[in-house]
């Protein structure tokens, strides 16, 4: 069975909302509503509507995250083809003027 960790102390449980109910004493929304600073309505509350609102701003934040981390990604590879591009042609450059005093001998 699949577990859950606790939003207030961090420890793992199969049941959070029992635990958070008989170990700090609090209700779930309350909880909930604290760690999202969301107020849920009664009818958010019966339909999911919240969750399924944070999981779209979580998973908005994520592909937000993750489009970041691809142009900073896209912008190192660039930089580092251009630093190698350079070093090549300074290298083609040096190798030309060596090859062309060998042969002037």
């Known amino acids: 069975m699949d577990t859950v960790f606790c939003p207030i102390c961090g ?19 309350e909880v909930v ?4 600073r969301t107020k849920l309505s009664p009818q958010e509350r019966r339909q999911g509507t919240a ?7 979580t998973m908005a934040r994520i592909n937000g995250n993750a489009r970041a981390l691809r142009d900073t990604q ?4 660039n930089g580092l083809r251009n630093t190698w591009r ?3 042609r300074d290298y083609d450059k040096v190798m030309k003027e060596r090859i062309s005093q060998i042969t002037k001998k």
Do not use: C, S, T, W
Not at 51 to 57: F, G, L, N, P
Not at 74 to 77: L, N, P, S, V
């Open 86 to 88: 350079e070093r090549q």
């Open 74 to 77: 896209r912008a190192r590879m």
């Open 33 to 36: 509503e604290e760690a999202f």
């Open 51 to 57: 969750q399924k609102r944070r999981v779209d701003e």
């Open 11 to 29: 420890k793992e449980y199969k049941d959070v909302n029992m635990h958070i109910r008989k170990g700090h004493g609090l209700e779930p929304e």
